[in-house]
């Protein structure tokens, strides 16, 4: 079964990589994401998470400094936080990528989201919840949830054409 859905999900990441090609292409990249979701390879709240919000906290490290900033939306906005890391790590999955198959680098998918009209801004320290993937549910330690806190890249979900509910 795992490996029957590996092999659907490369198939699709093969033909979406294809039509990902420059930064008005991105709606492939979003159909990738939106069937990932569809299929529970990727999880809510652990490794993307949807919230409606008037106000976004921005955490950045800027000259040896953590800082903040408040962006304040014109009305609230159903956003779409995505786990950075994960992002990367399902990107560059060994098992994704055929032989001899040129993937486009991370840093020029990263580029073409950060300028992209659904982009709003990367933030610091956002907390997602740990999941253990061979349960489905999250990990705790003494009864404690665990948290991880990470870079999370933040969208309006609107404009990515996704289907995806809110979490708050």
Known sequence: ???EKENVVKEVIEYIGRCISTDENLSGFWKLIE?????????QNCDYKVLLKETIIRRFFQNGVWMTEEIVLDQPC????????QLVLFYKAKFLIQ????????????FYLHHS???VCETKKESFQKID????KQENDLGLKKRTSTTALIFYLDST???LGTTN
Do not use: A, C, D
């Not at 956003?79 to 890391?85: G, S």
């Open 78 to 85: 159903k956003l779409l936080y995505f786990n950075q890391n």
């Open 161 to 163: 054409g996704l289907h």
């Open 117 to 119: 009209p659904e982009f």
């Open 133 to 136: 993937y061979r349960t489905g």
């Open 1 to 3: 079964m795992k490996i």
């Open 99 to 110: 032989p001899g198959e040129k993937r486009m680098p991370i840093s020029t998918l990263k």
């Open 35 to 43: 069937y990932l979701v569809q299929t529970k390879t990727l999880v």
